[in-house]
């Protein structure tokens, strides 16, 4: 079955600091993988998503991700941290056997530091 | 433009009860999934619904059930509610069919289960 895994349930980075947050999945074919975020008491926002093609993958707010297949791995990296990017984070993975059905990680939320 | 509007924002049943979220899609969306998120985890597929016919189906007992309308808005419906229903129920759109992800989410219903 389908699955994701994001390691860290909690990270702490001070602001200005890079960031990287891990994301693992467990998928028979090529997946459609995608990163979203969560503030307290919000939906949640696309960050970015891969289908294809290019293996990093640019996103908004000064995020990116990079696929790599040998590691099953589809790591969240920011460069610089800012306070407001302070949120939960959650990886996941487009299930193309139940149409658009998306499986997600349980999580990693980030604390900013200042 | 609006984006995806869920109804209503909070609300508190007693186990044994009753309940029916609503959701609207952007206009022009015709895809409506629910997700549940109970605390702690990532969102859970519940329902997809694409042109008023159900396109997938999660893991949930036969008390979920759901249903979408002409103008493509949705309501999800939970009996003989437990307090393990108790979670954020989120509803996203999207415009395409049901290989679609360019999904949007509402901000959710926030169901607490007494």
């Known amino acids: 079955a389908q699955s994701v895994t994001q390691p860290d349930i909690h990270i702490t980075v001070s602001e200005g600091a890079s960031l990287e947050l891990r994301c693992n999945y467990s998928?028979?074919?090529?997946?459609?993988l995608f990163w979203y975020v969560q503030s307290p008491g919000q939906g949640l926002q696309l960050l970015l998503k891969?289908?294809?093609?290019?293996?990093l993958v640019q996103g908004i707010k000064g995020f990116e991700a990079e696929f790599k297949r040998s590691q099953s791995s589809f790591n969240l990296r920011k460069p610089s941290v800012h306070w407001s990017d302070a949120a939960e984070y959650f990886c996941?993975?487009?299930?193309?056997?139940?149409?658009?059905?998306?499986?997600f990680g349980a999580g990693t939320i980030l604390r900013v530091k200042s | 433009d609006a984006g995806v509007t869920q109804s209503p924002t909070h609300l508190i049943k007693t186990r044994g009860q009753h309940v029916t979220l609503r959701c609207s899609p952007i206009?022009?969306?015709?895809?409506v999934s629910w997700y549940q998120q109970v605390l702690g985890q990532g969102p859970q597929f519940i329902f997809q619904?694409?042109?008023?016919?159900?396109?997938g189906r999660g893991n949930f007992p036969d008390r979920f059930s759901a249903r979408q309308f002409p103008n493509y808005s949705s309501e999800l419906n939970v009996n003989a509610l437990l307090l393990g229903d108790s979670a954020l129920y989120l509803c996203?759109?999207?415009?395409?069919?049901?290989?679609?992800?360019?999904?949007?989410f509402g901000s959710g219903t926030r169901l607490t289960v007494v």
């Open positions: 996941a993975v487009g299930d193309r056997a139940y149409g658009n059905k998306l499986v």
């Open positions: 998928y028979g074919a090529t997946p459609y």
């Open positions: 891969y289908f294809s093609g290019d293996t």
């Open positions: 206009s022009g969306h015709k895809s």
């Open positions: 996203a759109s999207s415009p395409g069919g049901p290989s679609n992800y360019g999904y949007t």
């Open positions: 619904y694409y042109e008023k016919e159900e396109r």
